[in-house]
Nanobody, 114 residues
Framework: QVQLVDSGGVLVQAGESLRLSCAAS????????MGWYRQAPGKQREQVAT???????NYGDSVKGRFTISKDNAKNTVDLQMNSLKPEDTAVYYC????????WGRGTQVTVSS
C-alpha cells in the first residue's frame, strides 16, 4: 500500500515563500502523474500543479509564475515551491498521485496572513 506524506505547511506573511514536500512510502508503483491540490474553506478542491513521469508540468492559472513543482524520481518525492504568497493561497494543500488509481496525502495547512 502506497502512502503519501505531505508536509511543510505553516503560517507565513504575504509576499513570503514556502516549500511543501511530499514523500511516497510503501510499495511504490510507477507514478504517472504527481501533483498538488488545495482546498480553501467553503470552496472545492482545485488543482495547483501537476508533473508527469516525463517531467511535463501544468499549473493552475492563479499560481502560474509564482509556484514551481519539481520531483525527484530516485527519492519518490515531489515538492512545491511557492513564492510571492497571497492571502488567497490560504488552504489545505494535498499531495496527489495517479498510478492507475488516485492516492492522496492527508494534507498540510498553509495560512498566508495579510
Amino acid at each position: 500500500q502506497v502512502q503519501l506524506v505531505d508536509s511543510g505547511g505553516v503560517l507565513v506573511q504575504a509576499g513570503e515563500s514556502l516549500r511543501l514536500s511530499c514523500a511516497a512510502s510503501g510499495s511504490i508503483p510507477r507514478f504517472i502523474v504527481m501533483g498538488w491540490y488545495r482546498q480553501a474553506p467553503g470552496k472545492q478542491r482545485e488543482q495547483v500543479a501537476t508533473i508527469t513521469s516525463g517531467g511535463s508540468t501544468n499549473y493552475g492559472d492563479s499560481v502560474k509564475g509564482r509556484f514551481t513543482i519539481s520531483k525527484d524520481n530516485a527519492k519518490n518525492t515531489v515538492d512545491l515551491q511557492m513564492n510571492s504568497l497571497k492571502p488567497e493561497d490560504t488552504a489545505v494543500y494535498y499531495c496527489h498521485a495517479f498510478v492507475g488509481y488516485n492516492i492522496w496525502g492527508r494534507g498540510t495547512q498553509v495560512t498566508v496572513s495579510s
